[in-house]
């Protein structure tokens, strides 16, 4: 993925290049990196590992531990929302608005 290319980008050719190999040799790396994964995921080998090797419960709950993921990045204080903020004893805890809305909403 784009990750391969960052690395590439960054660390073996260089911000500037200015790294250890030249960019055309990088981008060659790249693109037969791409040919390879190609290669793998039309003869259904990608489909055979993925079957094979990864247990299915895992397969069934990577999707949803991905979206509960980039829910939290969505609810920190970061973007504004206050939903998820950091705490010093659990690492992280509902935002101030959020847990005083739910203790007046149950009368507390």
Do not use: C, W
């Amino acid at each position: 993925g784009m990750g391969m290319n960052a690395y590439f980008t960054y660390n073996v050719v260089g911000f500037t290049s200015f790294g250890n190999i030249l960019y055309g040799t990088a981008l060659s790396a790249v693109l037969m990196k791409g040919i390879v994964f190609f290669l793998i995921a039309v003869t259904g080998l990608r489909y055979y590992s993925i079957k094979t090797f990864i247990p299915e419960p895992v397969r069934l709950a990577t999707p949803a531990v991905i979206g509960a993921f980039f829910s939290h990045l969505r609810l920190q204080t970061a973007e504004g929302i206050s939903v998820v903020v950091t705490d010093v004893a659990t690492a992280i805890t509902l935002g101030y608005s959020i847990a005083y809305g739910l203790l007046a909403g149950i009368g507390m």
